[in-house]
């Protein structure tokens, strides 16, 4: 549907000089209007009311989680099954560990994608409904049991849907701004955190028509997938300290570790890199208060920190191989107390926080080489307590904004952007 207004009260002020003059980025971002103030300076065009009722804008977290599934056939494999209903495969619950096969992963449009940013061919892992891919490719792997074989299914691309309503008119000549510095292609932040780009400028008369568009180039593209699910596996049951109680041992062949390294947000994508890392996700612990949003633990006041919690294969990606990714990314921050590089805090405070004995023992190991008679460390080692996950926008928040997640990746990773 096309809107149209002429009215500068309905829009109070778009203000555009050079400095409010994005360049499109060709990765997928989910930039929130909440969090574009987090982390990093905005570019804010100041309005209020135009674009109050149009809904989401492209690059929210809502876009990147719009997913759709067609399965064009299926195959099962043959294979033998009992009459015990334990051994009989089953389709995965969510937080499952699922093992898949990617064998094709291709767009339904290659002029007009970009290359994904995590891995897209061979056998892979993933946590279910937990992130790190598509959740089209959740959705489509949820309706499968083992040995199962989907070709020809189209999921989401992960820009959501195009949607004509995000497309309006507005006459630059009602507004207090320079109109030669903008052109077709110009990106806008709106004041109330939609980006909208110009895609046609004309003259009617006296008035000079912007049409802008709040949809991410990309709306609308898919990719066909044909991919086999191999195996199901339960995830790790001691997401907290466990003592060793064999009544309590959990039965999965996976491991859960929990690492506080300051901003969660590029620590995630370094684990996440790791071969043997199943899933991770950002969040808060240590703290005293229940279920605590991103705004109180940032007061400090919370006692929690910001902390990485990894679920990893221990046959693939060792404890030990973990920390050293760990104190490799702290470097000489283990040194400084509430502080990881630029945030200072207690809710920055680097910490290993073990989940049984034997994490306990090689971190306390691994620690005390870094420890010099003039240097004390204080990253500290504790039991791992209730981790509380962090809001959606916060999860995979650097892979969402364009950079790689894939196995093995080298490319630096930009905390700020």
């Known amino acids: 549907m096309m809107m149209t207004t002429n009215i500068l009260s309905a829009i109070l002020l778009l203000c555009c000089c050079a400095n409010h003059v994005q360049a499109w980025s060709t ?16 570019i804010v065009v100041p309005s209020a009311t135009l674009l109050a009722n149009i809904g989401r804008s492209w690059g929210t977290t809502t876009a990147l989680f719009l997913a759709d599934t067609t399965a064009a056939s299926s195959s099962t494999a043959d294979e033998e099954c009992t009459d015990n209903n334990a051994s009989k495969p089953r389709k995965p619950k969510s937080g499952d560990i699922v093992t898949f096969t990617l064998q094709r992963f291709q767009s339904t449009d290659p002029n007009s994608i970009v290359e994904p940013h995590f891995d897209t061919s061979g056998t892979l892992q993933l946590r279910l409904n937990h992130g790190n891919y598509l959740p089209g490719l959740h959705d489509l792997l949820a309706t499968m049991t083992p040995g199962e074989t989907i ?20 006459d630059a000549t009602q507004l207090q701004v320079d109109t030669s510095l903008v052109n077709v292609g110009t990106m806008l932040a709106m004041g109330n955190g939609m980006e909208v780009r110009v895609t046609k400028i004309e003259e009617d008369g006296e008035k000079l028509m912007w049409t802008l568009d709040g949809n991410h180039p990309l709306a609308g593209a898919s990719y066909e997938v044909d991919v086999r699910l191999d195996a199901v596996e339960e995830a790790p049951s001691h997401w907290e300290y466990y003592d060793g109680d064999d009544e309590k041992k959990s039965s999965s062949k996976y491991d859960v570790a929990t690492f506080g390294l300051g901003c969660f947000w590029g620590g995630e994508l370094a684990y996440q890199r790791l071969p043997g890392v199943v899933s991770t996700a950002v969040g808060y612990t240590q703290g005293e208060k229940v279920n605590p949003s991103y705004e109180e633990v940032c007061t400090g006041s919370t006692g929690h920190t910001e902390a990485i919690q990894v679920v990893y294969d221990p046959n693939v990606a060792s404890y030990r191989s973990l920390l050293h990714l760990t104190f490799n990314r702290l470097g000489d921050d283990i040194y400084k107390q509430n502080q990881v590089g630029n945030d200072r805090g207690t809710q920055y405070r680097s910490g290993i926080y073990y989940h049984d ?5 090689i971190a306390e190991e691994l620690l005390e080489s870094y420890a010099t008679a003039d240097r004390e460390v204080f990253t500290e080692v504790k039991e791992a307590k209730v981790f509380y996950t962090a809001e959606e926008y916060h999860q995979q928040y650097l892979l969402k904004g364009g950079q790689s997640a894939k196995k093995g990746a080298s490319e630096s990773i930009r905390c700020y952007g």
């Open 151 to 170: 070709t020809g299914s189209t999921i989401d691309a992960g820009y959501g849907s195009y949607n004509t309503q995000l497309v309006f008119q507005i």
């Open 357 to 361: 004995e034997e994490q306990r023992q």
């Open 27 to 42: 990765a997928p971002t989910s930039f929130t209007p909440s969090t574009l103030h987090h982390r990093r300076s905005s």
